[in-house]
């Protein structure tokens, strides 16, 4: 079983950035394609970000290309979520997810088996 756990958020003001990191323990993440996920309140879960198994792959969901950035260290078994210009409209709980071993990346939720708990991300002023 694979235990996913994402730290990182936390308040930022508009205009801001933060870093979220997705790890797990005792379990590699080098043979899984990584998802970022996100749900506000009274919204369904969405899809932000994937990057492929090899990382030669990312996606990113409209709403939040070329401000997100999603990386791989796979030395620190981590990925990185790095988010700038954030938005109010950005304020969720990111979840990040595991999926198969995978040359392409799709954002979508059924693509993934394993998912965190998620960490809380606050824009406000």
């Known amino acids: 079983q694979l235990q996913l756990v994402e730290s990182g958020g936390g308040l930022v003001q508009p205009g801001g950035s933060l870093r979220l990191s997705c790890t797990t323990s005792?379990?590699?993440?080098?043979?899984?394609?990584i998802g970022w996920f996100r749900q506000a309140p009274g919204k369904e879960r969405e899809g932000v970000s994937c990057?492929?198994?090899?990382?030669?792959?990312?996606g990113y969901a409209d709403s939040v290309k070329g401000r997100f950035t999603l990386s791989r260290d796979y030395a620190k078994n981590t990925a990185y979520l790095q988010m700038n210009s954030l938005e109010p409209e950005d304020t969720a709980v990111y979840y990040c997810?595991?999926?198969?071993?995978?040359?392409?990346?799709?954002?979508?939720?059924?693509?993934?088996?394993?998912w965190g708990q998620g960490t809380q991300v606050t824009v406000s002023s």
């Open positions: 997810a595991a999926g198969p071993f995978s040359a392409y990346c799709p954002i979508v939720r059924e693509s993934y088996e394993y």
């Open positions: 005792g379990t590699s993440l080098t043979t899984y394609t």
């Open positions: 990057i492929s198994t090899t990382g030669g792959n990312t």
